[in-house]
Structure formats: C-alpha cells, structure tokens
C-alpha cells in the first residue's frame, strides 16, 4: 500500500477519477485522522483502538490550517476524523464545512449532551479547566472566582496570555453566556488594569512568571500543569509548576469554565465505518480514561475518575454551561477583547 503521505499528495493533485484509485486503496481497515495533538500524545490510545478492531490508523498532524487545507483537498481528501482540541477550533472546523453530522446513540449515551453539538457535528472526548495558577507563597486564598479577578486587590498581580486566544476567547465568551455582554465589558476592563504585563506567551509562561516573582496569579489551562509536573526534558518546568497552587474558579457556584479535547467526523470521510468504529470507540469509558491519562485532562463523562495526578490537583466542579453556548458567544468575546484594548495590557 502507498505511503500515507502518497496518497494525501495524490488526493489533492489528481483528477476526481484517479482520486477514487487512491480512495479505495485508503479504505482497507484504515481510519486517516488530522490532528492538532501530537501523535505521541495520541500514540497509546490508537495502539489501544487497533489492539481491539484490527483498523490501524494514520495520523496528519498539523499545528496550523487544519479545516483550511481539508476545505482545499475537497471531496478528493482522505481525512475520515479530526482530532483536535477546543471548542473554537471544532466549531471552526463546521464552519468551514469540512465536517458531517452524526447521530449515534453509542457516542450520544457515552458523551453528556453540554459536549455535543446539537446537529452531531463535533463531540468532546475530554475536558480541561480555565483554572488560577496562584503563587503558593503569595497568595494565601485556596477559593476564588473569575468575577473577583477585576477587583482592584489584584492590581499589578496577574498575568495571562493574549485575549484573543482561543482558550482566553473560550472562557469570556463564558462570562458573556452568564452575565451578559455589558456586565462582562466592564469585568474584562477591570481584569486589564490588574494586569502585571502585557498578555504574552503560553500558560507555561504565566506560571513561568508567578515563580519569578513577575505576577502572583494568572490563568491557565489544567493539563498544562500535568505537563509541567511531569517534563523530563525541560526540568525546570518542573520548579515552576512546584511554586503554584490550582485553584479552581467558582468552585462553590456555577462551576468552573471547561474547553474540551474533541472529535469530528470528516465531511467526505472514505473510510466512514472505520472512521465511526474509531469515534465510538474514543467516547467509551476506555477510551476517556485513555485519552485523559495521556494528556493530563479529565473524562467527560461523570464518574470517570481522572488520573492520579490531575485528581491531586483538587476537585473540579465543571460549569454545565453548554459549550454550543460557549460557541455562539466567540465573536462577541473577540470583539470585546478589541473593544476594551485588552492586549494593549495595563494602562500604567
């Protein structure tokens, strides 16, 4: 059988007709996945998949254009399943039309209903939390919310990266979802002038910061912290995850804000069958322990418990906001962040 890369490079330059060779070879116990992840991150969950089907799986990572270059490949791509991660990312990926519905009762009965889309465009496999990294030498508060980041107690003291990130555009778009596109206007402002610096870097970099002293608190995704615990290669990231405590946001009210880690079925999937085998196999109680073991992150369904060491982190109360609210709220969020100059950092 030809490479995989092959038969990308001849789904996309051939005619329709020799596009259908290249399909059918594709379509022998195969699932072709496009992925944001790291094919080491997904590596033991479709060793796993394979170990159980017999369908092997080939993996297209990339870090950037992922709807754009399946849109650009048309009905001639051999993507059957996009893995990727937020809901920013999945929704863009229905935007773009570049995934089909799918309705399924093993997915819809394994995956809670606030992590599908309605029309079964995109489902969460796992969820990682908008959480507070906080100084544990610095800040003696174990319980906060994200309404108290704009109370001028944290003026200078905290750091985040760029407003319009999509994991920074995920959680406003939250705030708007539960208190308005005013009230959240004015929180946003509030939460600008407490900035230590201009939003800047990754989450690894804002606890980067709280260990050197730069800020006190800052916002972070949960997994980031996993990875940081755990980095071999980079050890000391291992003393910057050692200096922050997780707090999680409105822990003893509506919850805190979740993104998900996701899936979506390939609009011109060749390999549908293998394609839904592999989706309803990473929806099952298996294949969310799996996943979340892996990437540090949390089963989405209840009472899965999460990894050993995401557990110690403390005890996640999940907003049960739905995320297709989440999602309609995104543009709004973006253009608030521009509106309030967010990016510009603290005024003084």
Known sequence: MKSFKKLLQLAVAVPFGAALLATSALADGVVNIYSYRQPELIKPLLEAFTAETGIKTNVLFLDKGLEEKIAEEGANSPADVILTVDIGRLQAAEDKGVTQPLVDELINKDIPAQYRDPEGNWFGVTTRARVIYASKERVSQDAITYEELADPKWKGKICTRSGQHVYTIGLIASMIAHNGLEKTEEWLKGVKANLARKPDGGDRDQAKAIFAGECDIALGNTYYVGQMQTNE???EQKEWAASIKVLFPNANDRGTHVNISGMALAKYAPNKD???????????????????????????????????????????????????EIAKNRKAASELVDKVGFDEGPAS
């Open 274 to 324: 293998n394609a839904v085998k592999l989706m309803e196999f990473l929806a099952t109680d298996k294949g969310q322990t799996l996943y979340g073991e892996q990437v540090f992150e949390y089963p989405v369904e209840p009472g899965i418990k999460a990894s050993d060491i995401v557990s110690a982190w403390g005890t996640l109360k999940p907003d049960a906001l739905p995320l297709a």
């Open 233 to 235: 290669k980079e050890p």
